[in-house]
């Protein structure tokens, strides 16, 4: 893997971590802290299953991925799957008020509906 790919690999890696520690992160793939670190330092590269769930952590497929760290474009994501993607990444806090957000729209919906369909 060249240099350029390399560190291609290494965001990626640290957008699916997200905001979890390296340790948290490295329990979640069934992986050691240590090994995290030598992915994110560039100085390993995970094996296949690894780079499946690092991909799918992303947001991405193992294809997405692999033609990213080749430089080749990956096809716009849709707004829905960035958001997705965000929420994924938030802490808990944020994603609490997204929630809400989400519920106070569903609710004022309904209440609009049951209006029309009283007149």
Request: glycine share 6%; with cysteine.
């Amino acid at each position: 893997m060249d240099t350029q790919s390399r560190q291609k690999l290494v965001e990626i890696i640290k957008l699916a971590r997200g905001s979890l520690s390296q340790r948290a992160f490295g329990k979640q793939m069934g992986v050691s802290s240590t090994s995290v670190q030598m992915w994110e330092k560039g100085a390993k590269v995970p094996d296949t299953d690894n780079l499946v769930r690092i991909a799918v952590q992303a947001g991405y497929t193992l294809e997405e991925l692999l033609s990213c760290l080749e430089g080749k474009p990956i096809p716009e994501a849709t707004d829905l799957s960035v958001i997705l993607r965000q929420v994924s990444h938030m802490p808990l806090s944020e994603v609490a008020i997204v929630g809400k957000a989400a519920m106070d729209r569903l609710a004022a919906a309904a209440e609009s509906t049951a209006k029309r369909s009283e007149s």
